[in-house]
């Protein structure tokens, strides 16, 4: 699984970088400091919307519908974004930050962070949530995660109301579930999903599945770890940025 890092790297065709200088009068440096000083809060968001079964539907649905972002992350040749990209990446900036406010002061932080002028990250944004949108779903598919985001972005499986998530781990509970409700008569595990989450895991579901029992292999933590190593940063990140962001998401949030 890619992390946001290597999403916006692998972007239009490895060109992401230097796509949006061009598009923004930036160097290749300038683009890239931008880029490190506004990942970590898109990982913040992302994790944000993982932390429950209601939000992380609402991602998932993103992930799914990102139909300009894919177009965004997959042309090379892009030297611009069109309008209604432009405004899918607003859509996902207001469901990962919230509010314009965040995403404001979000730019204001990058900016005091990486150089650039805050006016110019604010424009930088939209596009970059939609390259991170259009890379996300690229990845899980590739990794066999998108008939679990399909179910996910239309509400979760049936039969899933009234089961309550695991306290401390509440996607590791919904994945669980997803799984068709555990083990079936015959010890395999029940619904079309197992067979995808299986395939993630290197077949550890399936023919392993009796040494996985016998091992206490717990799919659902598996999953919920796959899925969510997409969300890091992948870059270290320096603790008062880190810190100064954390209290941009607190300050407008209210979490």
Known sequence: MMNLFEIMQAAQGGNAVNNLSNQFGLSQQQTQNALEALLPAFSMGLQNKAQAPDTFSQLAGMMMGA??????????????????????GNQVLGQLFGSKDVSRAVADQASAMSGVSSAVLKAMLPVV??????????????QGLGGILGQLAQGMMPGMGGQQPQANNPLGGLLGS???????????????LGGVLGGLLGGMMGQQQPQAQQAG?????????ALTKMFTTGRQVQDQHQNNLQSIFDAFLKR
């Open 67 to 88: 139909q300009g972002g894919q177009q965004a992350f997959e042309d090379a040749n892009n030297d611009g974004i069109p309008d209604h990209l432009q405004q899918e």
């Open 129 to 142: 949530a939609s390259m991170i949108m259009g890379g996300l779903f690229k990845s899980a598919s590739n």
């Open 178 to 192: 997803l799984l068709g409700g555990g083990q079936t008569a015959q010890g395999g595990m029940g619904g079309g």
């Open 217 to 225: 292999f717990d799919p659902a933590a598996m999953g919920l770890d």
